[in-house]
Structures are given as structure tokens and as C-alpha cells.
């Protein structure tokens, strides 16, 4: 299967805006032959988190028609976002759409960063879904620190590992070299990994977005500066 990983600098808290990027880059992944397609955390909104605290019209839901033009287009697509809950905060949630829009799976971040702790729910179960063949693991940013949870999604058959991350200029080049290549080459999993570009609240992302084969030999990635897409044969 041919999968890509998308890159590029939100629109703050304007989902509409990004929902266009997003559409834009899918449309680009089609053209290229991918099969599916994986955003950045949070690419709704961008990381904006004062904005998600305060404003519940930024929270989504997988049957938000606000997401059609990204969800039905052709190519799966791996979403991420602040999802509403049944309570007062929302959860950081990765939304997997089938080609045909279905709603394949969901999953919430179980590993939340610091200051995410004060304004986001934890999720509690792991994410899986099959898709061409392939069985795929969901993490989100600060969950692929954390080696049991890899672990897992390993010994339940996943063959790769998709995760929707935002790491910065400075330490965060350093932390995305290492830690998505080390679950590739330790758990033997191809790895996909989608980076912001750009400014993402108060950080600016450093771009990178790049997809591994299972071993940890590179197979494709982004620059460190430009919205794209790149595409690689996974599995």
C-alpha cells in the first residue's frame, strides 16, 4: 500500500481553513497513488490550546458535516482533532475515515504533554483498524515516548504504526530523528509520522514528516520548511 504523510501550517482556530488545506494535500496524496493519508495532531484547529479551552464550537465530532470535504474523497484519511466528550473537556482525538468517508475507528491520546493535562481528557484504549491488508496502530505525539504502548499494538499484529505529532524547531528535530526511526527499527514496524510545519500555537513546528520501513531504513520525507505531501510503499 502506498501511504502519505501530510504536512503544513494551520490556519488557527479555523477549521474550515484547515479542512481546505487538508483537502488540498488529499486530493495531492490521490494524484501521487496513496492510499491513505495521515495529518498532524490537532490539524482541525492547529495546537491552539487556549482557543479549544474556551470555545466549543472548535470541538468536532466524526459526523461533523464541517469535515465532508476531507472524509469522502477516495482515500483513507487519518484525522486528528479535539473531539467533544459527554464531558467539559474534549479529548484529543485521531478520526480514521475509509476512501468512501466511513468512520473505520477513533482513538484518544492516552499520553497527554504537561500543560495538555489541564485542558483534554486521557483516553483509555488503544487504537487498531485494517485496512489493504495491513493492520495499523494509532499513537498521537507524546504516546510514542512511552514503549509499552508500541509494544502493544506490536504483539497485536499491527505492521504500522501512524502517528499524528507536533514537534518544534530545537529539541523537537532532535526527539522526531530519534524516536520514530528507534520504534521502527525495536518493534520492527513500518512508522508514519505526520509534523507540523510552521507556527502550531506557541511552537513552530519543524516539519520532517517521514514514513520508515519496518527495521528503521528512511523511505521518504518532508522538507523542514514547506505544507507537502510525500508518499511511500508501506507493507
Same mark, same amino acid.
Given at each position: 500500500m502506498k501511504i502519505a504523510t501530510a504536512q503544513f501550517t494551520c490556519v488557527p482556530a479555523d477549521i474550515s481553513a484547515n479542512v481546505r488545506q487538508m483537502a488540498a494535500l488529499t486530493d495531492e496524496a490521490r494524484v501521487l497513488g496513496a492510499e491513505l493519508v495521515v495529518f498532524p495532531e490537532l490539524a482541525l484547529t492547529g495546537y491552539e490550546l487556549d482557543a479549544l479551552l474556551d470555545r466549543r464550537d472548535l470541538w468536532v465530532r466524526a459526523d461533523d458535516p464541517?469535515?465532508?470535504?476531507?472524509?469522502?474523497?477516495?482515500?483513507?484519511?487519518?484525522?486528528?482533532?479535539?473531539?467533544a466528550t459527554d464531558g467539559a473537556r474534549p479529548a484529543i482525538e485521531t478520526l480514521v475515515f475509509g476512501?468512501?468517508?466511513?468512520?473505520?475507528?477513533?482513538? %484518544? /491520546?492516552?499520553?497527554? #504533554?504537561e500543560h495538555e493535562q489541564n485542558i483534554f481528557v486521557a483516553?483509555?484504549?488503544?487504537?487498531? *483498524?485494517?485496512?489493504? +491488508?495491513? %493492520? #495499523?496502530?494509532?499513537?498521537?505525539? #507524546?504516546?510514542?515516548? #512511552?514503549p509499552e504502548l508500541v509494544s502493544r499494538g506490536a504483539a497485536d499484529g499491527c505492521q504500522v504504526h $501512524?502517528? @499524528? @505529532?507536533?514537534?518544534?524547531?530545537?529539541?523537537?528535530? /532532535?526527539? $522526531?530523528? @530519534?524516536?520514530?526511526?528507534?520504534?521502527? /527499527?525495536? *518493534?520492527?514496524l513500518h512508522v508514519v509520522v505526520a509534523n507540523h510545519?510552521? !507556527?502550531? +500555537?506557541? =511552537?513552530?513546528?519543524?516539519?520532517?514528516?517521514?514514513? =520508515?520501513?519496518?527495521?528503521?531504513?528512511? $523511505?521518504?520525507?518532508?522538507?523542514?520548511?514547506? !505544507?507537502?505531501?510525500?508518499?511511500?510503499?508501506? +507493507?
Open positions: 464541517r469535515l465532508d470535504a476531507v472524509r469522502a474523497n477516495g482515500v483513507a484519511t487519518v484525522v486528528n482533532c479535539a473531539a476512501p468512501d468517508g466511513e468512520l473505520i475507528t477513533t482513538y %484518544r /491520546k492516552q499520553h497527554l #504533554f483516553g483509555q484504549h488503544d487504537g487498531r *483498524f485494517e485496512l489493504g +491488508g495491513l %493492520r #495499523f496502530a494509532l499513537a498521537t505525539c #507524546f504516546d510514542n515516548h #512511552f $501512524l502517528a @499524528s @505529532s507536533l514537534y518544534g524547531t530545537g529539541g523537537g528535530v /532532535k526527539e $522526531l530523528a @530519534s524516536v520514530y526511526p528507534g520504534i521502527a /527499527k525495536d *518493534f520492527n510545519v510552521g !507556527p502550531a +500555537g506557541t =511552537w513552530t513546528g519543524c516539519g520532517r514528516s517521514a514514513l =520508515w520501513a519496518a527495521g528503521g531504513d528512511l $523511505l521518504a520525507q518532508a522538507d523542514a520548511t514547506t !505544507p507537502m505531501v510525500v508518499t511511500a510503499e508501506v +507493507g
